[in-house]
Structure formats: C-alpha cells, structure tokens
C-alpha cells in the first residue's frame, strides 16, 4: 500500500483531470516478472514452462483470486519489427505449440484457474493492428500460424481461446465460422470459451481500410464473449435478433458456454 499518487504524475499517466483531487490510497497488486514469451521460447525446455506456470503464474492466480488467465500470447514471429513479438515464444509454430502447451499445464494444475491462449490468429504486426488484413493461402494458414494453436490445445487443453483483431483474406478472424467453428471447434476439438479481443475494435486507430467488427457477426461466427461489451454492441445483438440475422439459438450456445467456463473455474 502506497500513498495516493500526487498531482504532477496524473498528467504524466494520462489519467483523467478529473481523478487529481481524489484521496485515499492506491492497493498495488505486485506480481512476479518472469522472462518475456522469446527467451522462455529459447530455453526449448518444456519442462521449465510448466514449473513457471504451476509455481509462479497459477500460485499468484490463487493468491490474487484469479480464474483466467490472458496468456500466453503465440503469434508467430514473421517480423522483427512487431511490437509485440517479445511476448511471443518463437517463429516457428512447433516451439510456440510445445511452450504454450506446457505453460497451460503448469497453469491449470492448480484447481480453479485457466489460460487464454491467443490471438487466435495470424496477428503479425501491431501497427495498424485493428485494420491489418492478413493474405495468405489455405497451406500457409495450417501449416505456420494454425499449427501451433493445434498443438497447445492437443497437449495443453486450454480453458479459452482469444481471437485477433486482424482480417485474413478480407474477413475479420472474429467473424470466420470456418476458423472458429470449422476448424476451432471440429478439427482440433476445442471445448472451451472463445471470446474476441478487447474492445472488439471500436474505436479507429491507424488507416482504416476495413469495416469494423461487428458484434452479431462474431456470435454468429463462434465467438461466445464480446470483449469489452459497449451498448453499441447491444445495440447491434438487438437489431440483429430482431431482424434474423441472429437467432434466439446463437446467444444461447454463447451464454451456454460462458456459463459452463465459469462453472469449470468455480469447481
């Protein structure tokens, strides 16, 4: 526990005008800083990554109360001028299978707790990460960036699935039944909650050549949780159940397999 931060840092944060003249105090939730996605990936050692997920990450899951956890991320290293690629184990999907597999195991021995393995898929670059559309063939898409996800649900039995906000081939991955549906769901057997990346691209960030997506698309297509929900998200579920572009049947599965995430994680 810490004093709460003084005036001259909430400019310097970004945070709103309006929270300066707050009093009180700030509860600091520390965690461990274990090395980034690429070393793990580095150290080729399985074993490791299920003793950092049990002792480190599911032990401070249990200590803080948390059910599911955001990670790992796997995306496969295509440039290295992605922004995000530290978080990520390796360029080459058997690495990022094996590493996320085992860091899930570590994780859900302990009771209650759970990974999100994502983003779920071919989400290569950060800029323009909300507009990026992804071209590829069918070959390419299976044998490097669906690989690996195959792999860690096979081996490491994952609770969640997180979508990217990216396109492939003109099509948001939120919204492709036949990623999610087809080949999620069908071929590698996934069971677990599917939910889309925050926000769900509300917002325009970078040139934005693409639609947005939208959020009854992404229900019809597999995803069973609008991250993070806005009333324009409701607004566009009630619209589209109203006019048949949704079905009673489609938010049910959804709610279904919410409910039984949580009941999973409440065991």
């Not at 599911?68 to 360029?91: Q, T």
């Not at 590698?188 to 325009?204: E, H, Q, R, T, V």
């Amino acid at each position: 526990m810490k004093d709460f931060l003084p005036k001259e840092y909430w400019s310097m944060l970004g945070l709103p005008e309006a929270n300066k003249d707050r009093k009180g105090k700030v509860f600091y939730q520390n965690t461990t800083a274990i090395p980034i996605g690429t070393a793990l990936g580095q150290s080729f050692n399985e074993q490791l990554l299920e003793q950092i997920g049990a002792n480190v990450i599911g032990e401070e899951m249990d200590l803080f109360k948390i059910h599911l956890w955001l990670a790992p991320g796997m995306n496969i290293h295509r440039n290295i001028l992605c922004g995000r690629n530290y978080e990520y184990f390796s360029e080459d999907p058997l690495i990022s299978g094996k590493m996320a597999a085992a860091m899930s195991r570590g994780v859900q021995s302990h009771k209650n707790r759970g990974v999100t393995i994502k983003h779920f898929a071919c989400n290569n670059q950060e800029t323009n990460r909300f507009n990026n559309n992804s071209i590829l063939t069918e070959r390419t898409l299976r044998e490097i960036y669906l690989k690996g996800f195959q792999i860690a649900i096979k081996e490491g039995a994952p609770k969640a699935v997180m979508t990217s906000y990216n396109l492939i081939n003109g099509i948001h991955t939120s919204a492709r039944r036949d990623l999610n549906i087809d080949v999620l769901r069908c071929e590698f057997k996934f069971n677990g909650l599917i939910m889309s990346d925050w926000y769900g691209a509300p917002i325009k960030i970078g040139i934005a050549y693409h639609p947005d997506q939208i959020c009854s698309d992404n229900i019809k297509a597999g995803n069973n949780l609008q991250n993070e929900g806005f009333k324009k998200h409701l607004d566009n579920l009630m619209e589209a159940l109203k006019d048949g572009k949704v079905k009673r049947e489609d938010l049910l599965d959804s709610a279904s397999i919410i409910y039984e995430t949580i009941e999973k994680l409440n065991q």
